[in-house]
């Protein structure tokens, strides 16, 4: 049976609130870090971050619908694993399960929608994420990023060797 922790509810429930009232998500997350609320006991890392009041909020799990099937796992001959989207979708409506009521989920996800708008990827945009490294846009030396090992392919860097410099494999 699953049932419903009523004080981690609560601050579901005040997250979505403090949402709706026009806090930002960095506010929440501090917030949240200044009263020490528990998270996840999966959470690999301290402290609650921007990123995990994004997904909770957008979570439709606290309105009461749970999904199961959006992706599963399959693995190449050398056992390396990676999610896939699955063909068959199981959605179920668990009214009695709802942290958040309909109008609270609605007005939240209207707030997501125009945050979205305003600071999300625009068409044409490239997008975000890791970029190249600034040392491989603008290289420090002549040489930088053009010599490479003729074993690993390894862009050699400068090593230092007492008093002189030389190129080498960082492998």
């Known amino acids: 049976n699953i049932i419903i922790d009523e004080t981690e509810a609560e601050w579901i429930r005040r997250v979505f609130a403090w949402f709706i009232a026009g806090w930002s998500i ?21 402290g609650w971050h921007h990123h995990m009041v994004r997904r909770l909020l957008g979570n439709t799990k606290y309105m009461g619908r749970w999904d199961w099937g959006k992706t599963k796992t399959v693995r190449d001959s050398q056992g390396r694993k990676k999610q896939v989207a699955a063909e068959k979708q199981i959605t179920v409506e668990r009214p009695d399960l709802a942290i958040v009521d309909a109008a609270i989920w609605a007005k939240a996800q209207a707030r997501l929608a125009e945050l979205n708008n305003i600071y999300g990827l625009k068409k044409g945009q ?23 090992c003729s074993q690993c392919g390894a862009t050699l860097c400068l090593q230092c060797g007492g008093s002189r410099y030389y190129w080498g494999c960082p492998n």
Request: charged share 25%.
């Open 126 to 148: 490239n997008p975000r994420g890791p970029k190249t490294p600034y040392r491989n846009v603008y290289p420090p030396r002549l040489l930088s990023g053009l010599l490479t």
């Open 26 to 46: 960095n506010r929440i997350t501090r917030e949240l870090n200044h009263h020490n609320v528990a998270k996840n006991h999966r959470a690999s890392k301290a």
